[in-house]
């Protein structure tokens, strides 16, 4: 078990020595100067002064262990927008994701299980049918399709709901804000809902058709009791699931931003993203793919602890 | 969005197709059916999918010859008949925010996304299925080197790095395929790695290489054949992924561009109509979410039909 955990965590750096470099490669394949962009049009002398400022002037690869070094440190550089630095607006921008982020996964998690715990129990009934065909178009919906329809719904249909923003609070936790996060919620919780449905149903249905429960059953258990056993071995498969979509929902959650204006993670990439604002950009895609990796290594964690066989191997 | 990451890839290998590992399955007396038979006979006996597959056809037919079904033009604007409601006559959809046809941009708009949500998975299959054949059949290090950068990239999450990426070349069709298809490559490579490395481990593989088949002759007999079908399942429900993303990407303002027909744009530029014409508004959407469930379905008939667990 210590030499699963080891070696997982030891495999886990080059991953994320990886991860980095892509971020910083793909910040660099940009057509033109990032400069270019911001500066407009300087005089060149000016513009390589600010070139050598930002360090744009040494060689790619000087740049990436320099930049590399200076995240090691928690710097991650400054906005060339606002000129504030890039880990203060990027931790801003995180807690407001992570506030929706972990709300829809709560909310879609507990949905998706108990809709699928009892889809796969009730194999076959019309119940199970419908649970599995709304399953399979919660995987298919585009969520930001969703959102709008919220909206439609809910703002401009009944009114009882904010369309977008924040509220005026500074606080995450007053009402104004609650209300106003209800909506990018019920949109972000739709597609983790389905998938963890679809899983938990499969994982059910297959673990009930394994001999052991037919044993249980033979030597009396009660159903309460068997419930246990199948939740017990459908548990590992369904927590990975569930840390792959809470890091796929924090990851993509950009569409849902954008549609809400809701100033998280997502919303700051695509502001970064028109701006050309090069530093915001390589930190947030950065903070979520390293989230994404530690999320990984969690759920892998969590999974040999639930599932003893997965590091025997 | 992801039905099948970090899921455990395996596949039922009890029908195995080509010859000489392709063993007949018996259905009756006397009647013998090879592999693919047996699943083309199961496909004919799924409603749901063969409605899917006609509903796509529709859909694929209708955009490639949109020109001829004589179509208002689903470019020409005109203000004096913006936002008309569904069923207007002469405007069987009603029109978008600039009095353009709706019916006809949304099956023009059909040329646009449904190449954008197949093009990437071909390309990633091109790409990504010959990774994972190397990879899968060679072994050793060369495994190791194409699974690690392999690794690498599918620790990003996928609409991420799609935007990413985009979002560093700029806005653009040609940007969103090559950033679509980058995130799907490594994806298909996992799957094909993990189907080969499983063949290449059975006795008939085995045989041919003592019989003194070459690599090539082996892989495009044995493994090919076998590899197809769970790739083929997975690729399938890729296409409905890429469908959703290159829309969301186009959405965001990363795909096409003002004044193109693509149903994400669509979406996001009747975003400010929501108000006047909710039912509108939602139209393109609505044909993202058709053909992504479409495919979504398909995949899973194709997997009962093949006998594939991914």
Known sequence: ??????????????????????????????PGDPLS????????????????????????YIQYFVWLGSVATGDLGYS??????VLGILTDAAANTMAIGVLASALGFSAGILAGMFSGYNHGTWLDKTVSSAAIAGVSMPHYWLAIILVIVFSVQFGWLPAMGFGSESSVFSWNTLRHMILPVLALAAIPCAVVARTTRACVMEILSMEFVEALRARGLSERRILWHVTRNALPVVLAVMGLQFAHLLGGSILV?????????GYLLNL???????????GTILLLSMFFVFTNLVVDILQSWADPRVSRN | MNPSE????????????GPPAAVEVPVGPGVQRTYWQTVGERLAHDPVTLACGFILLLMVAAAVFAPWLGLPDPYHSNSAIR?????????????DELGRDMLSRLIYGGRLSLAMGIIPVLNALAVGGTLGLVAGFSGGRVNMLIMRVTDVFYAFPSILLAVAIAGSLGAGVANALLAITIVFIPQITRVTESVTTQIRAMDFVEAARASGAGAFAIIRTHILGNVLGPVLVYA??????????????????????????EWGLMLNTLRDSIFLAPAISLLPGCMIFIASMCFNLISDGLRGAMDVRL
Do not use: N
């Not at chain 1, 962009?37 to 790619?60: H, I, N, Q, W």
């Not at chain 1, 060339?80 to 630095?85: D, H, L, Q, T, Y």
């Not at chain 2, 959405?251 to 193109?260: Q, T, W």
């Open chain 1, 1 to 30: 078990m210590l030499y699963y955990l080891l070696r997982r965590i030891f495999y886990t750096i080059p991953i994320a020595l990886g991860v980095s470099l892509v971020v910083f490669t793909l910040v660099h394949l940009a």
């Open chain 1, 37 to 60: 962009a911001v500066v407009g049009e300087l005089d060149a002398r000016m513009l390589a002064e600010m070139r050598a400022s930002f360090g744009y002037d040494k060689p790619l």
């Open chain 1, 80 to 85: 060339m927008r606002s000129g504030a630095p």
């Open chain 1, 257 to 265: 931003e954008t549609v809400f204006s809701w100033p998280g993670t």
């Open chain 1, 272 to 282: 970064a993203i028109f701006d050309r604002d090069m530093p915001v950009l390589q």
């Open chain 2, 6 to 17: 970090g899921a455990r890839i395996t596949v039922e290998l009890g029908v195995p197709a």
């Open chain 2, 83 to 95: 936002l008309l409601p569904i069923g207007s006559p002469g405007h069987l959809l009603g029109t």
């Open chain 2, 236 to 261: 399938t429900v890729l296409v409905s992924v890429s469908i959703v993303i290159s829309a969301g990407l186009s959405f965001i303002g990363l795909g096409a561009s003002p004044p193109a027909a």
